[in-house]
């Protein structure tokens, strides 16, 4: 039988995004940890220490010179934290990985007179926030002051209420700039559909429906994976939205974007209002996703092609619309060297044009310009792929250029197993050594121990250890700087 769950209505204020909240409930970490919901390239360890050294940038922008903050950020206080709030933070991973970076870069290079920043970690799921609170690396975070967990609703108008309880903060309580990240967010926060035919502008309805069986309700959970969504289009209305500068960007891409489809990001624009009023506008974006980057890209898109993660969907992010948004207050963007529709990292700051964050911006385009993110994901692809032996130094660099993620390791492992037979003593140190930094990345989502199974075989290929005891190779949580046990490195 079908049933209908929507008919004609715009797509921001369709059942689809509580269809969406529901499974993300329901499910808790383990849609990250069943690999059913894509994360592993936006919570990657290259990912985190990009975001560690731009925030850094961003703090020595506030005044961590110990000379005067640049007057367009306004007042700083130094004895007050600056809060960067992470947005559908998800499985916790990339929390705990920037923390780390940053915790590094100040050993090497301690920031004076700047502002102790405080990691916000938010999520509309309480399951997810459930399960971070249970997580003893994130606890150890928690207990040291760095971190607060928060159930938030990034759509919505509430305050951020730490979580299980504490102080809500509020435009009242936070005194200097914020960042905020926002990694595969914006790709499922509410969005409109819009296009353009013959000069005049329109907006597109949903339809909703799903065909079930008989006896089962609409509102049965399996019922999400299953919705069918068709969009008929009318002629939209000429001020749509609540600010004069969305509708006067709907009024450019209609003179732009003549035969196009597009999506108006209307949820992203809201919550970068929201938190923009925390901070009277001081406020650096980051944000990870598939999306169109500039006017070139949207031109000639046809329907909004939807993405399903089991009873989770996402969109295309229109960056370009949000870069609007930023230089309409003032601020500027930037984005990673291919802005790709498979992903590009965007910086968007809303309190001031681009001289205003020179640290800020330089972390930037060394971290996230000049070493695309998805450069490593397309090595890692290749040598995935690969039967040949002698790919040791590529295999090793791409690790390196991954952050040394666990997750590429398994990727990668069975090529790096063909790569490992009669190695030199120096050979044999580099792979040891690059096992040992991939361990101290380790952020476990499941019990399923590919890490650890895959380490196992890599050292029996080595002749080093059996496969039989992965634990023993693997004991977690992984301890600073302990070897792998029971390893004897080869001499020099
Ligand atoms: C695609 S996942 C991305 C998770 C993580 N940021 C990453 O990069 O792997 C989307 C996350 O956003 C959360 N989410 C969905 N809608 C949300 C909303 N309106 N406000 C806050 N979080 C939301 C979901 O619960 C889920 O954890």
């Given at each position: 039988m079908t049933v209908f769950l929507d008919k004609g209505r715009r797509l921001s204020t369709s059942r689809l995004w509580k269809l969406q909240q529901d499974f993300y409930e329901r499910q808790g970490l383990a849609a990250f940890a069943s690999g059913v919901v894509p994360s592993q390239i936006t919570t990657s360890p290259r990912i985190a220490a990009a975001y560690a050294r731009v925030v850094r940038g961003f703090l020595l922008d506030c005044g961590g010179h110990g000379g005067t903050p640049r007057r367009p950020l306004g007042k700083i206080h130094p004895g007050e934290p600056l809060y960067l709030f992470e947005l559908g933070a998800g499985s916790g991973r990339l929390a705990h990985l920037f923390l780390n970076q940053l915790a590094s870069l100040e050993r090497t290079s301690p920031l004076a007179a700047c502002p102790r920043l405080v990691y916000v970690m938010t999520d509309a799921s309480e399951s997810n926030v459930r399960g971070w609170a249970a997580n003893p690396l994130l606890r150890a975070h928690v207990d040291a002051g760095r971190l607060v967990l928060a159930v938030h609703d990034a759509s919505g108008q509430d305050l951020v209420r730490p979580y299980p309880s504490g102080k809500p903060l509020s435009a009242r309580s936070v005194r200097n700039p914020i960042v905020l990240v926002a990694n595969y967010l914006f790709d499922s926060?509410?969005?409109?559909?819009?296009?353009?035919?013959n000069g005049v502008l329109e907006e597109g309805r949903v339809t909703l429906s799903a065909d079930i069986p008989e006896r089962r309700s609409p509102r049965d959970p399996a019922v999400a994976g299953q919705v069918n969504i068709r969009f008929d289009y009318q002629r939209a209305r000429t001020a749509l939205y609540e600010k004069p500068a969305w509708n006067e960007l709907l009024r450019s891409y209609t003179q732009q974007l003549e035969g196009s489809t597009f999506l108006m990001p209307i949820g992203a624009l809201r919550c970068l209002e929201r938190f923009a009023s925390f901070a009277r506008r001081r406020v650096l974006v980051l944000a990870a996703d598939k999306g169109r980057f500039d006017l070139e890209a949207l031109r000639g898109a046809?329907?909004?092609?939807?993405?399903?993660?089991?009873?989770?969907?996402?969109?295309?992010?229109?960056?370009?619309?949000?870069a609007d948004h930023a230089a309409r207050l003032g601020g500027f963007a930037m984005h990673s060297r291919q802005g790709s529709e498979r992903l590009g990292v965007a910086a968007l700051f809303l309190g001031g044009p681009a001289q205003t964050l020179p640290e800020t911006r330089l972390a930037f385009e060394r971290e996230l310009s000049a070493l695309d993110p998805l450069d490593c994901h397309t090595l890692v692809t290749f040598l995935a792929a690969q039967e040949d032996r002698s790919w040791l130094d590529l295999i090793l660099a791409t690790l390196e250029l991954s952050g040394w993620d666990p997750a590429c390791l398994v990727r990668i492992?069975?090529?790096?197993?063909?790569?490992?037979?009669?190695?030199?003593?120096?050979q044999q140190r580099a792979v040891l050594a690059a096992l040992e930094r991939i361990r101290s990345n380790d952020f476990p989502l499941s019990d399923a121990e590919d890490l650890a199974s895959e380490m196992a075989l890599v050292l029996q290929e080595m002749g080093v250890r059996p496969a039989s005891k992965p634990d023993d190779v693997l004991d977690r949580p992984a301890s600073s700087g302990a070897g792998i046990p029971g390893l004897t490195l080869p001499p020099s």
């Open positions: 926060l509410p969005q409109d559909v819009f296009r353009v035919r046809q329907e909004p092609a939807i993405a399903r993660h089991g009873g989770a969907f996402s969109f295309m992010v229109n960056f370009h619309a949000l492992g069975p090529a790096l197993r063909r790569n490992v037979h009669g190695l030199k003593p120096a």
